[in-house]
């Protein structure tokens, strides 16, 4: 385990692979939060699959969606697998109301997956 990132609400370590997310992500920490996540990523060899877990952000915005959007830019542009999304209960129900679900590998929350 690594942390990459500790700033008030928000922390972002890398696991085994993942970059975790835990917190708070608003618009005043994303720039940071996805700074760190991009270097991290930037380390990352090509065809190496990798997973994003925001499963532990609790109060959510659009900023924590650009966060996971710009990440997911840049597995693509890298030619990283993205090989899972893990989310919160409250950004799970953000990302399908924005209809970003379907375009990136979600793992539906524990709590939502009987609704």
């Given at each position: 385990m690594s942390v990459l990132l500790e700033n008030g609400a928000n922390r972002l370590e890398a696991v085994d692979g993942a970059l975790v997310v835990s917190g708070e992500v608003d618009f005043d920490g994303a720039a940071a939060m996805?700074?760190?996540?991009?270097?991290w990523l930037a380390s990352r060899s090509s065809g190496?699959?990798?997973t994003f877990d925001l499963?532990?952000?609790?109060?959510?915005?659009s900023a924590a969606i650009s966060v996971l959007l710009e990440w997911t830019r840049q597995t693509r542009a890298q030619g990283v697998e993205l090989e899972q999304v893990r989310l919160s209960t409250p950004?799970?129900?953000?990302?399908?109301?924005?209809?970003?679900?379907?375009l990136l590998p979600v793992e539906a929350p524990a709590e939502s997956a009987e609704a």
């Open positions: 996805a700074a760190a996540g991009r270097s190496e699959r990798v499963s532990g952000v609790g109060r959510v915005s950004l799970a129900r953000l990302t399908r109301v924005a209809g970003l679900d379907t």
